[in-house]
């Protein structure tokens, strides 16, 4: 078969939320894919900070900040903070808005104090995995710092979490000629979070622009995710998969669903396309 550039979502997908180790069955997947000739890169909403434990494991490329960065080997092919004038708005309408905000700079992330008492205290909610990945995060895994230890660096973009809908329209009215919003599924609770993703890039115009910075055709391409902040990813890809535990609506948009994370849904699919 040709050989294909792989396209990974770490959260979900390679890894259960929240943690930075992926099941043994999804490493030798990729392994063995790449001894195959294929390449694997990951793809993530994480800034690079978040997602350097899973470095270690020798994936060909990372692509972080839901598309904003996107290294290959020891090569820069795309880098693309927000400028100084659209984080200060950003950051400005999210404040005063009392919406929860993560926000991430390359190397590290910072969130709203508060906002580990507001998951404690919804952690009865359980309809929204985005609540529980959070809750994960921040408890144990992931070095997510205080916002008063935010020192001014650039960032990506912004993770938020809103205790309603209508606490999001003003963000999304002021902001809506720069950046989409991409909104999970609302939990039974009327919470609402999702990623404030800038229009200059997303998951979907990564694989664009790694494929051509290859030389690849982007229908040698296979995307696999979960969430919604995958659908341009696996929009775009040559072929698609969704994870068994992924969202109703990514799942439709898919070409394939595999099992989930924790069932070695990666090695099966990897084995079911081919590609080991």
Known sequence: MEKKLIFLDIDGTLTEPGKNVPPDSALEAVRRAQANGHKAVLCSGRNYGMLSPLLKYDFDGVISCSG?????????????????????RVLTVFRES???????S??????????????????????NSELLRWRVQIESELDIRPMAEYGGEPIYGLTFMSP??????????????EFNFCIQDTDACG?????????????????????????MAVEDTIAFGDSMNDLEMLQTAGYSVCM???????????????????EDGLYRAFAQLGLI
């Open 68 to 88: 904003g960065c996107i290294e290959y080997g020891d090569q820069m092919v795309y880098d693309c903070p927000m400028t100084p004038e659209q984080q200060e």
């Open 106 to 127: 390359r190397n590290y992330s910072y969130t709203d104090e508060g906002f580990k008492e507001f998951l404690a205290a919804n952690a009865q909610s359980r309809a």
């Open 191 to 215: 919470i609402v979070n999702g990623e404030l993703i800038n229009k200059a890039f997303n998951k979907g115009t990564a694989v664009l622009r790694l494929s051509e910075y290859l030389g």
């Open 244 to 262: 068994g535990n992924g969202s109703a609506a990514l799942k439709e948009a898919a070409d394939l669903v595999c099992p989930p994370v924790d």
């Open 98 to 104: 009392g919406v929860y905000r993560t926000i991430g």
């Open 164 to 177: 309603g809908q209508e606490l999001l329209e003003a963000p999304m009215r002021a902001l809506e000629d």
